[in-house]
């Protein structure tokens, strides 16, 4: 954590680690240098910084979350060739993308003299110096930026809620030999979850992130013996799925590949954040690992279980036997304790960037604190209960705000950027592929997010 600075409310990926290092920074406060070749990089007073080692596995490490539990039903509807090459150039887009943000931001704390910024003082910023028809959005963007961050961390808690209850579910199933609610199985966590979210300090919660960790790796390790200890083959699988299922495979990719919103603090904390990008730097080797395994999960998963794979694979795995049960507890028990750590970032959006501002220094501030945490979470208890289906909370929230928030807004941002220091055909280049990624990016958010919600609505009123 910076010197100056406090917490970092940009998103976040699915999985607590990205939760923890995206917390960093986000009320940074401007400090103005005066020197004229302003390198941000020679000003950033960070008390820890990580190494390029530390900031891979950080980058690795959340990768692992319940996004990549979810890739073989997203091969489910693409087909495994469609999805195998689908994953590819999805990871390589949104690499780009993030590379477009790194880039920006680096260019903007230049001429700012700022020696980092989060996510949306960079789009708030890059509008400010953008075209003319552009700068009276300048003021706004910044809320639409942390709206979609916020709208994405709550979706992210739903799916937290949705998979710890689904595997509850499973394991009693088994155990009890009944088919019990999974809302039944909702309800007896709710509380629990309350109390957790109403731990204000989050060196309290950092203990739970390494525990879960530790479990998901285990649990890892058993779900790829459970995929693997069967003949794979690509018979009755298909190898091209149907294009009208193609936007739920979209949405669940950016939701378990994108972390967008973690990039900036995770690059601001590193000693040498020059290291970052590059051809060999941290960041491309770390999206060409996890492409890798987002890829291996989604292929052979589906070639392994096929056309009945669900939300979670671990949803799939043998009923009865005990290793099995073992493991959708343990992953259960990872995800359900650092449920506090997902929600800490919608809080911290939530309280301290507009309900605290409102309130002011009132005497009963603490007591309103603790109301918006515990309202926070039943919202994303309600939304879980109302549609408890994994697949399509992942796919909806993935093509709402991932394709805002990792495609169009970096495509945005470069082009107001650089509008003013670029001429002739790099100006020509620079608005036709980043129009092209903005334009996907809508396509992405409009039809992905169609798709999903008719997809729940088809669903539930069977």
């Known amino acids: 954590m910076t010197k100056n600075g406090h917490t970092n409310a940009a998103y976040v990926g699915d999985h607590p680690d990205k939760l923890e290092l995206a917390e960093k920074g986000q009320k940074n406060k401007a400090v103005v240098a005066k020197d004229p070749d302003y390198n941000p990089y020679h000003h950033r007073d960070v008390e820890h910084p990580t190494t390029n080692s530390e900031t891979l596995f950080h980058l690795l490490k959340g990768s692992l979350g319940t996004g990549i539990l979810a890739m073989p039903n997203a091969f489910r509807n693409s087909g495994y060739i469609t999805g195998s090459i689908g994953t590819i150039v999805i990871g390589f887009i949104c690499t780009f993308c993030i590379h477009q943000l790194v880039k920006a931001q ?16 960079v789009a708030e910023t890059a509008m400010g110096e953008g075209p003319k028809c552009f700068r009276i959005f300048a003021p706004y963007i910044g809320t639409v930026v942390n709206t979609f961050l916020l709208i994405y961390q709550l979706g992210t808690c739903c799916v937290y809620v949705v998979f710890v209850a689904s595997n509850i579910k499973a394991i009693v199933d088994a155990v009890t030999d009944t088919k019990i609610d999974v809302r039944l199985c909702m309800i007896i966590i709710l509380l629990p979850l309350i109390l957790i979210n109403w731990v204000r300090n989050l060196k309290y919660l950092a203990p739970f992130s390494t525990l879960a960790n530790a479990i998901t790796m285990v649990s890892f390790g058993i779900i790829c013996y459970y995929i693997f200890r069967e003949p794979i083959t690509t018979e009755g699988k298909d190898a091209f799925g149907k294009p009208s299922n193609f936007p739920l495979f979209f949405g669940t990719v950016l939701f378990a590949l ?7 603090p995770l690059e601001n904390e590193m000693q040498t954040p020059q290291k970052f990008g590059g051809s060999c730097g941290v960041l491309n080797v770390s999206m060409v690992l996890i492409v890798f395994l987002y890829v291996g999960m989604g292929l052979f998963g589906y070639l392994n279980y096929g056309s009945a794979v669900l939300g979670s694979i671990t949803l799939n795995m043998p009923e009865y036997e005990v290793l099995s049960m073992c493991v959708k507890g343990m992953l259960a028990f990872a995800i359900y304790i650092t449920h506090g750590l997902a929600c800490y970032v919608a809080i911290d959006i939530t309280w301290n960037d507009y309900v605290a501002k409102r309130l002011g220094s009132q005497r009963n501030a603490l007591i309103w604190e603790y109301a918006v945490r515990t309202g926070l979470v039943l919202i994303t208890f309600l939304l879980a209960v109302a549609i408890p289906n994994l697949e399509l909370f992942i796919s909806l929230f993935g093509a709402l705000c991932l394709s805002a928030l990792g495609l169009a807004f970096p495509a945005l941002i470069q082009i107001c950027t650089h509008w003013y220091n670029t001429k002739g055909i790099a100006k020509v280049w620079l608005v036709l592929s980043n129009f092209v990624l903005i334009i996907v990016g809508i396509l992405g958010l409009v039809i992905g997010t169609y798709t999903s919600l008719k997809e729940i609505v088809l669903t539930f009123s069977e």
């Open 258 to 264: 994108e972390a967008i919103g973690v990039i900036l």
């Open 106 to 121: 680096y260019e903007l704390c230049r001429r700012k003299k700022m020696p980092s910024m989060n996510y949306p003082l």
